[in-house]
């Protein structure tokens, strides 16, 4: 599903992933490695994927259907890539690889029309014919067939037989853009130019991108041409073919049109079951026939999915889950005979499904379909099996079955487990053996707890990583508000605020504010608080530490309003930004540079002198000596632009001073302060609990985003130049992420930079403003941002996570959904949540119960998976932490790993495992090692010691009302206790 969506990278990860998973599935590992393959062939990197191929198929246990795609594909990629030597060569392999693809899998129609367009290309006509006759014979309703045929027809001088295929095609696929085409040629070709209009203007409709330059300038010429045309045609003037009407009705084109709705007609009826319950009948709209029912003994999905459970544990089933399963058995192979029965019956219509064909014409012909429009449909058949295995999961769930299960003997890992139901259903065990235990619940103290985890499964519960409520469904995009919004709603006021003084700076109203706002403003703060901004200048930075590591963004300089997107050459969402690297001294150089070529730029305008623009061929440094910044072009026509991101500010020892400074601002928007979760985390997150610095020129771009796990961020302009601003409410970014992927971009993995217009088409509210030097910027939690430079400035930016309710839900639930989307959540939120619980004291019921949920179900999973551990014989170490230690994540599937680490050397390096990815790797644990973190007993006392607390005015921290630290210290991590 990732490698559909274009992701992939994430596509990549998950492949690694299920081939080191030694469970058992339905995919066996070389077909995996196939879909592997067939990752960098969708990329373009086609000598890789010509390696994989050739590799896979010196295995010996290759199936015969797995054998004949990948020869397939070998056979195409060298058909279609000019880069894998001389033409003759590669056609002589491609028709190897595709002849033995027909040998593997002699069924297969696509093999046989990917050979009949090798011999076309190659000039062997009739071989190409037959190929082509035989791929109709063997599949069914295969267009591209059909216009490959007219084309040969057409070559040969044959338009009669030509527009008998063509016609074929577009029967069958009424939005075949090339049969269109081609027949729009044929008819132009013999001077029947209101047939061919008619033809082009069909091709048009099966473009869903743009739609061809040369052939929307023919379509315009053709109309203008018959629009001046003095007299229609004579109609009982000779035409050399009939019109498109009389074509549509001939007779060898009007037999396949009603051949195929014949067979439609039976494939539907055979599909279509027809429920009666006692009473309730199945009610037919007007005018529709009732469908005839499906035999008795077909088996539901649900019930096959039962049937395959109890094969799988035959071992351990009561007698009367045997009998079940005896009996699902005996339906199953009924379904099948009857199957095989319907499939002959359908083999002797094909027979007489399609007409007859003239003789093979003897000319060699030239595709019509292009290679690279084959290239999306070939793609069709590896997809289709990520394709097809959602849509039945979907069926399935939303299939009634014919009897009632007992729900615990259907494994389903993602469905949140519900109380036992009091009803008695009819298929159920003996002995009662499968009834589940009592969920937990946050009454329980941590020996109870404890107690209970001796009675679970531990293969079923280490599969549920939430740190949510039990019942809670699994987080999802958020729907926008109901409610529509005015036009001039659209674009609503920021909210912002003008303070004066320290004292009005350290108002806890001023707090207050802005937690009510998804992005809210604080201007003069810098100058009531007398904030050396100068520290953060470039200038400082240079002297300061010259050589100090800086991440460099390459860019389009464009107006804030517009993107355009250099992979569909057009305006679009995506956002071109490659990463690279250099030192503070030569981007501040780049930096300087870049302003001076714009002032001589300003004064040779005044001037009337225009210099040409270097193209994107220069290939020298950008930050080296003599590099022409600002000066250099894409093909596009927009200005390559620098942009300096992620410097560094965390080393207390090279930036004291800077740090030092910022200790001036109010403490809820400290870098470090009580009242923030983040300096309870026990480590430094670069950029989160760490301060980073950006160095921008006009046009540098920070893409849309949400802060990491939806914590709030603090964000302050050193200056001297402007950045404008946008901000959407976090209720709305279910809506921007259906745009991201209406764009083809993901949401959370990709680069995207949202069209205003775009969304204000579906009543998405964009908060719009400019950020002035000095200006304060509060990014309340969840809100959808980006922003744009507009000068050359240098901005100081950090995250800031409030105790407050709103603040603490967001970010679990994101760190659920960054699970779903493979996506690492850099904030470890069990290890925070264990912090918290040991660090402070809450007086607010629904934050401490989100706390002391998550405390209940990580204590719950560690206790399980020492459990699994032990029982699979591995000895069990106490590893400890060491003092500013960070947290550990999967070095397979990068979740948060708590407390439990299985350990296991690769290429020289110990790396994490979460215990699942161990299990895939081994399921026995064999060459694991099991560290274990905190004792047992540590977590159970400071489990039971995280109570709500009942006393406000001693125990609530108040980040507002906190004294400012010494002057002469500066606050750390280590400052604060931590596990």
């Known amino acids: 599903m990732f490698k559909i969506a274009g992701s992939f990278q994430a596509a990549n990860k998950q492949f690694q992933l299920a081939l080191i998973d030694c469970e058992s599935s339905t995919f066996c590992a070389l077909d995996v490695k196939f879909h592997v393959a067939h990752l960098f062939e969708t990329q373009e990197k086609f000598k890789v994927a010509r390696e994989q191929y050739e590799k896979l198929l010196l295995e010996q246990d290759l199936k015969p259907v797995l054998r004949a795609d990948i020869c397939r594909r070998l056979g195409w990629l060298y058909h279609i890539c000019e880069t894998f030597g001389e033409r003759t060569e590669r056609e002589a392999a491609a028709t190897k690889y595709l002849q033995a693809a027909v040998d593997a899998e002699p069924k297969s129609g696509q093999s046989l029309y990917l050979l009949g367009r090798c011999f076309a290309s190659s000039g062997k006509v009739h071989e190409a014919f037959l190929a082509y006759r035989n791929s109709v014979d063997k599949s069914e309703s295969n267009a591209d067939t059909w216009c490959s045929i007219g084309v040969l027809y057409q070559q040969q001088n044959q338009p009669m037989d030509a527009l008998q295929a063509y016609i074929c095609a577009v029967q069958i696929d009424k939005k075949h853009t090339p049969a269109w085409t081609n027949l729009g040629l044929l008819y132009e070709s013999v001077h029947q130019f209101r047939d061919a209009l008619y033809c082009y203007t069909n091709s048009v409709r099966g473009i869903e991108t743009q739609v061809p330059q040369s052939l929307s300038q023919r379509i315009r010429l053709l109309q203008t041409q018959l629009d001046n045309a003095p007299t229609p045609l004579p109609a009982n003037k000779t ?119 003239p003789c093979s014409p003897n000319l060699s012909p030239s595709g019509g379909v292009s290679d690279q429009e084959l290239q999306a449909i070939l793609s069709q058949d590896i997809t289709s ?100 919004l005015m036009k001039e709603q659209l674009s609503p006021p920021t909210p912002s605020v003008f303070v004066e003084t320290k004292k009005d700076c350290y108002n806890p109203c001023l707090q207050d504010f802005v937690m009510q706002y998804p992005i809210s403003v604080i201007r003069g703060m810098a100058t009531a608080l007398k904030l050396d901004l100068g520290l953060f200048s470039t200038k400082s930075l240079v002297e300061a530490h010259p050589d100090h590591a800086c991440e460099v963004r390459t860019q389009l300089q464009q107006c804030v309003d517009e993107n355009f997107d250099p992979q569909l050459g057009r305006k679009g969402w995506g956002c071109v930004s490659h990463r690279s690297s250099t030192t503070v001294a030569k981007y501040a150089s780049y930096q300087a540079s870049s302003f001076q070529e714009s002032l001589k730029e300003e004064q040779e305008k005044m001037c009337g002198i225009i210099r040409p623009m270097d193209s994107d061929s220069d290939s020298r440094d950008s930050f080296g000596p003599g590099a022409k910044a600002g000066r250099r072009k894409a093909k596009s026509g927009h200005r390559i632009i620098k942009f300096g991101t992620n410097v560094d500010l965390s080393d207390e020892r090279k930036w004291r001073a800077q740090l030092q400074e910022l200790q001036k601002l109010p403490a809820f928007a400290r870098v470090v302060s009580a009242g923030n979760m983040l300096s309870h985390v026990g480590h430094p997150i670069l950029g989160m609990n760490t301060v980073q610095l950006y160095m921008k020129v006009p046009g540098s771009r920070t893409p849309g985003h949400q802060e990491n796990n939806n914590f709030c961020s603090v964000n302050i302009n050193i200056g001297p130049g402007d950045c404008e601003w946008f901000g959407v409410p976090d209720a709305y970014w279910g809506s921007l992420r259906s745009l991201c992927e209406k764009n083809s971009i993901n949401y959370l993995h990709g680069s995207w930079w949202p069209l205003i217009e775009d969304l204000h088409e579906i009543g998405i509210p964009v908060y719009r403003f400019t950020q002035k030097p000095g200006d304060f910027i509060w990014v309340n939690a969840g809100c959808v941002h980006w922003v744009q430079a507009n000068g050359w400035c240098n901005n100081i930016a950090w995250n800031v996570g409030p105790l407050t309710v709103r603040q603490y839900s967001l970010a679990i639930e994101r760190y659920e959904w960054n699970k779903l989307q493979s996506f690492k959540s850099i904030v470890p939120m069990v290890h925070l949540s264990w912090n918290l619980a040991r660090n402070i004291k809450i007086t607010e019921p629904k934050l401490f119960s989100l706390v002391k949920m998550a405390l209940l179900r990580t204590l719950r999973y560690s206790q399980i998976a020492l459990q699994f551990a032990k029982k699979k014989g591995i000895q069990i170490r106490f590893h400890g932490r060491q003092k500013n230690e960070a947290s550990h994540y999967c070095g397979q599937c990068e979740l948060e790993v708590f407390n439990v680490l299985l350990i296991r050397e690769h290429e020289k390096r110990h790396v994490v495992h979460c215990i699942n990815c161990a299990r895939r790797q081994s399921p026995s644990l064999d060459g694991f090692v099991c560290l274990e973190e905190f004792k047992i007993s540590e977590l159970m006392d400071i489990y039971d010691s995280f109570v709500l607390s009942q006393n406000p005015q001693q125990q609530r921290l108040n980040p507002g009302n906190l004294p400012s630290l010494p002057s002469s210290s500066i606050p750390t991590q280590n400052n604060l206790p931590i596990l």
Request: proline fraction near 10%; glycine fraction near 2%.
């Open 239 to 357: 035409r050399s073919l009939p019109c498109i009407e009389d074509a549509w009705n001939l007779p060898v084109t009007s037999e396949l049109n009603a051949r195929q709705q014949q067979i439609m007609l039976r494939q539907n009826r055979q599909t279509m079951v027809t429920k009666q319950e006692g009473p309730n009948i199945k009610r037919f709209k007007p005018g529709e026939e009732p469908q005839p029912a499906k035999p008795s003994f077909y088996l539901t999905q649900q019930q096959i999915q039962m049937m395959n459970y109890l094969q799988q544990n035959q071992n351990s089933l009561t007698q009367q889950q045997q009998q079940l399963l005896t009996q699902l058995q005996h339906q199953y192979r009924q379904m099948q005979q009857s199957q095989v029965r319907v499939k002959s019956e359908l083999s002797q219509s094909r027979a007489s499904f399609y007409p007859t064909l």
């Open 385 to 484: 099996v990520a394709t097809s295995l959602a849509e039945d999961l979907l069926s399935q769930l939303a299939q009634d079955g014919d009897i009632e299960l007992d729900s615990s003997l259907i494994p389903t890992p993602t469905q949140t487990p519900d109380p036992p139901k009091p009803e008695v259903t009819r298929v159920k065990s003996e002995s009662q053996s499968s009834v589940k235990a009592p969920l937990p619940h946050l009454d329980m103290n941590a020996r109870d707890l404890i107690n209970l985890c001796k009675n679970v499964c531990e293969s079923e519960s280490l599969n549920d990583t939430s740190i949510l409520d039990f019942n809670a469904p699994p987080p999802r995009p958020c729907s926008p508000p109901k409610f529509k």
